[in-house]
T-cell receptor, first 108, second 114 residues
């Protein structure tokens, strides 16, 4: 399973944009890039995923580097409800392999 | 309507007992999964089923036996429970074979073995 590297923790302020980085230098051409988040005492929640092009949905945007060796999850305007652990996952097979993720703290 | 529902939400039981956790999805997805999250918060896949067929079995002790009576249900039976089985178990589902699709997770079953 291809590996991702994320910062252990990040902090941001409410109503500001948040950019969560993820490095995946060993990504293969068919690996999808997934982002999930897990709020305290809840199950993981799908955020966004993509293959090569940038993706937008109602929750976030996913910016994928041209060489695909890194990606950034963008929360456009953070709220206190966005405080969670965010997981960046490469999916090349029929499973998601979770790493440690980034614990995002949002300051009021 | 809950998309992926698990029962029970909490389960406290003694060592050596046998217990089951049930999972149902109403999304029409073809693939279902069981994940385990231990006390260190690592999420690890245990099993996946596609249209009732076992696809992934990730070196889980054979005390754990998944059963999929139809593609909307995936149950997990655990025999001879051990202290180390204490964890939160999450069920999930996805479309197709699961590649290139988002997963929907249930809210988890917290199993405590005493």
């Amino acid at each position: 399973d291809a590996k991702t590297t994320q910062p252990n923790s990040m902090e941001s302020n409410e109503e500001e944009p948040v950019h969560l980085p993820c490095n995946h230098s060993t990504i293969s051409g068919t690996d999808y890039i997934h982002w999930y988040r897990q709020l305290p005492s809840q199950g993981p929640e799908y955020v966004i995923h993509g293959l090569t092009s940038n993706v937008n949905n109602r929750m976030a945007s996913l910016a994928i580097a041209e060489d695909r060796k890194s990606s950034t999850l963008i929360l456009h305007r953070a709220t206190l409800r966005d405080a969670a652990v965010y997981y960046c996952i490469l999916q090349g097979a029929q499973k998601l392999v979770f790493g440690q993720g980034t614990r995002l703290t949002i300051n009021p | 309507d809950t998309a992926v529902s698990q029962t029970p939400k909490y389960l406290v039981t003694q060592m050596g007992n046998d217990k089951s956790i049930k999972c149902e999805q109403n999304l029409g997805h073809d693939t279902m999964y069981w994940y385990k999250q231990d006390s260190k918060k690592f999420l690890k896949i245990m099993f996946s089923y596609n249209n009732k067929e076992l696809i992934i079995n990730e070196t889980v002790p054979n005390r754990f036996s998944p059963k999929s009576p139809d593609k909307a249900h995936l149950n997990l039976h655990i025999n001879s429970l051990e202290l180390g089985d204490s964890a939160v178990y999450f069920c999930a589902s996805s479309q197709g074979q699961g590649i290139g699709y988002g997963y929907t997770f249930g809210s988890g079953t917290r199993l405590t073995v005493v």
